[in-house]
């Protein structure tokens, strides 16, 4: 789970490749008033329903089947890319048994991906851009995914046991939050490879941080291709 004011994952959990992400939901105690947002791989009605009740708030995707009766439709300006703001309740028994309180719908067209995209959210006040925005935001956590692996690879695994395994990945992410820390409370204007980067090349020297990660005073190599060697089939939780 990803604070998007800095980018610093808040929750990590790391599990082999059977366990579904959506398990992870019944690990997480959540915060009231906080929005919690999640694609499609999260859309479980009892799982998100002990989020609402917990007084959070959640933005997800509507999949592509999803029968709804509409109760009450609110004028949208179309010319924001929002489609229709609907608030409606499930109308399939199983899912309204696990969901029987109201969701509001909001229909959005992407003009950069020109497709469609339905949202449901448990927050009825915010404006209907203001909730597509949102989940654009969740984007962040691929980002997160594609730095750790472009600049964090583990070129090789120093053991096969699980406690080996989970301890090397630990250490790659415990650089990234230090890394995403220092960016945050010392307002680098750098990227995290690059302050990274001067880091390694600088630790042994008595320099004082800042000056350190004045980026022009280091030549900073590009990364290099490596392949990932995963002996046990290990994912990271998203």
């Known amino acids: 789970m990803l604070d998007l004011r800095g980018n610093i994952p808040t929750v990590i959990i790391i599990t082999h490749g059977l366990i579904h992400e959506v398990n992870i939901l019944d690990r997480l105690t959540f915060e009231a008033g ?31 089947r999803f029968d709804c ?30 969901y029987p309180d109201k969701l509001r719908r909001i229909r959005y067209f992407d003009p950069q991906q020109e497709r469609r995209l339905i949202f449901l959210t448990n927050n009825f006040t915010l404006p209907p851009l203001t909730v597509a ?7 962040q956590v691929e980002l997160f995914f594609k730095w750790i692996k ?17 301890t090397q990945i630990w250490i790659a992410i415990s650089i990234y939050v230090l890394v995403a820390i220092v960016k945050k409370q010392l307002k680098l ?15 042994f020297e008595k320099t004082p941080i800042l000056e350190a990660l004045s980026l022009s005073d280091y030549e900073i190599q590009p990364a290099t291709a490596g392949k990932q060697i995963d002996p046990v089939p290990l994912t990271l939780g998203q």
């Open 69 to 98: 009766q509409r109760l009450y439709s609110a004028p949208v300006d179309r010319t924001t890319g929002i489609m229709c703001d609907q608030i409606v309740t499930l109308t399939n028994p199983v899912p309204r048994a696990g």
């Open 34 to 64: 906080a929005f919690y947002l999640m694609d499609r791989g999260y859309l479980d009605f009892p799982r998100l329903h002990r989020l609402h009740l917990a007084s959070a708030f959640f933005v997800t995707r509507a999949r592509k």
């Open 133 to 139: 925005e949102l989940y654009r935001s969740r984007w």
């Open 150 to 166: 472009q600049h964090l690879r583990i070129r090789k695994f120093y053991g096969t046991s699980e406690n080996a395994l989970k």
């Open 189 to 203: 204007e750098g990227s995290l490879y690059r302050i990274l980067q001067i880091l390694s090349v600088s630790l």
